[in-house]
């Protein structure tokens, strides 16, 4: 019997197991796998660290500030060292030397020492020194530059037959864009309200609105070369009464002014050398520079003063 039993036993000892052992269920190991994974994270560690550094440590004031600040530090213009306004720091005669140095440069041409006689150092605007040529300061300056008279020029409504006859201003002002043209007029509320200026630009207006508009008594206008020569051509427009030129050389986002932004400065010298230079001849009509120009721009167009 005992030797029955034993063989039972044993039996039951060789008898397989019903599924697999906890063992044989997990997943082989993959060593290429593993180091993937691995590989990734690592990958994802050096991404994360370069944009830390990449990010900009802030130390003292943010961009826009810095640059706002170097531009007031540079000059009213903006430009490297400053900006000189020329019709409060150079005396007339040097200022006219500007102007017809700047005339020369931009028709090719001299003018001849007949020629250079023929213009008066009388024709150019002295500012005050010190004050502000901006936007807020230039009915004041324009009050300044007309003198006694500047109510009846300025401000009188009606055409006076015989003298004052439509279209015909006694202030013009001239700029290198719309926006910076309605600007100035602005500045010049103080004289427009019997008399209103008429806008002389391309933008947002007809040639046959601004016809209508001359078709008036007009004391103050303000506009674009292009559009003030047109006019001036469509004889809608007279220079009879034109007492002031005002040059706005307000340097626009690029540095450019009214001298040297391409085609509108060839726009303004077309128009300086058709119509307004016989009445600065003839020392009817007078100029003034509102605003600063860089020091380099002044270099480019004078010799140094003796």
Known sequence: MAPAQSTAAAGRKRKKPHGPSKTLAKRPFDPKSTSGKKKKKEEEKHKH????????????????????????????????????????????????????????????????????????????????????????????????????????????GQVVEGEIGVGSPALLVISSAALRSLELLRGLKMFTKECRPVKLFAKHLKVEEQEAMLNARVNIACGTPSRIKKLIDMEALSLSRLKLVVLDMQKDAKSFNLFTLPQVSNEFWDLYKGYLDPKIREGNTRICFYGAVSERDIAKALPPAE
Do not use: I, N
């Not at 409060?88 to 040097?94: G, H, I, L």
């Not at 004050?131 to 807020?136: F, L």
């Open 49 to 156: 660290t370069a944009q830390k550094e990449k990010k900009p440590r802030p130390s003292g004031p943010p961009a826009k500030k810095a640059a706002e600040a170097e531009q007031a530090a540079a000059g009213d213009d903006g430009a490297a060292g400053g900006g000189v306004l020329l019709s409060a720091a150079m005396p007339p005669a040097r200022q006219l030397e500007f102007f017809l140095r700047s005339f020369e440069r931009a028709v090719k041409m001299r003018l001849s020492p007949l020629e250079l006689d023929s213009y008066s150092e009388g024709c150019m605007v002295q500012l005050a020194e010190g004050s502000a040529q901006d936007v807020e300061s230039f009915g004041d300056h324009v009050k300044g530059a007309f003198g006694p008279s500047w109510k009846e020029d300025l401000c009188e």
